[in-house]
């Protein structure tokens, strides 16, 4: 299936790179309009992904990354988390829940969590290989039929139902605490 739209990144296995691959894919995801809940359980499972490869694949080193984001005709989001580090011994035993080889601060959750967040999940490994996690997950989006039609040339033209303008609010302007300016900045907050 030919994507829409991609994005290929490769990071060390550091502990800090869990959050930014998680917001990577978050921001990646925007263009897709997903609601809060979809955006909460596609970054809820690239950080388990994500995790597990710093954590299991290089346990005393620091090795590469790579997480693909592609956007596949439909709203389909598919993410791929690849590692090069000792891969899965039993990949069944894996699978199962609480089941970890990461000791007793770990909770086995990792695989059962990104299967029950995703609409479709996969895993391959192999022995000093490494290891693949694929997943995909339709996006309903918060309005289904408004979306951003490219015109080229760098337009952009929204079709189908647009949002209602108190959509693209803040938080505080929704419940009348900023007082926006005529260019929509905040000015103030309102007593």
């Known amino acids: 299936m030919k994507p829409e739209n991609e994005?290929?990144?490769?990071f060390p296995s550091l502990s800090a790179?869990?959050?930014f691959a998680r917001q990577t894919a978050a921001a990646f995801a925007a263009q897709m309009d997903p609601t809060l809940e979809?955006?909460?359980?596609l970054k809820t499972a690239v950080s388990e992904a994500v995790t597990n490869a710093i954590v299991h694949a290089y346990p005393d080193s620091i090795g590469?990354?790579?997480?693909?984001?592609?956007?596949?005709?439909?709203?389909?989001?598919?993410?791929?988390?690849?590692?090069r580090g000792r891969g899965i011994q039993d990949v069944q035993?894996?699978?199962?829940?609480?089941?970890?080889?990461?000791?007793?601060?770990?909770?086995?959750?990792?695989?059962?969590?990104?299967?029950?967040?995703m609409n479709s999940f996969s895993l391959r490994s192999a022995p000093s290989k490494g290891t693949t996690v694929r997943m995909r997950k339709k996006l309903t989006g918060r309005d289904q039929g408004s979306r951003i039609k490219d015109q080229g040339g760098g337009r952009a033209e929204r079709t189908g139902n647009p949002r209602p303008?108190?959509?693209?609010?803040?938080?505080?302007?929704?419940?009348g605490g900023h007082r926006p300016s005529a260019r929509g900045r905040h000015l103030s907050v309102l007593p």
Request: glycine content about 8%; charged content about 30%.
């Open 7 to 10: 994005v290929r990144l490769q």
């Open 17 to 19: 790179n869990e959050a």
């Open 38 to 41: 979809e955006l909460g359980d």
């Open 64 to 83: 590469p990354v790579s997480l693909r984001l592609r956007r596949l005709e439909g709203n389909l989001l598919e993410i791929t988390v690849k590692d």
């Open 93 to 117: 035993q894996a699978r199962q829940p609480m089941f970890t080889t990461g000791g007793a601060e770990r909770s086995g959750m990792g695989f059962t969590i990104m299967e029950s967040f």
């Open 165 to 175: 303008p108190e959509a693209d609010a803040c938080q505080f302007c929704r419940r």
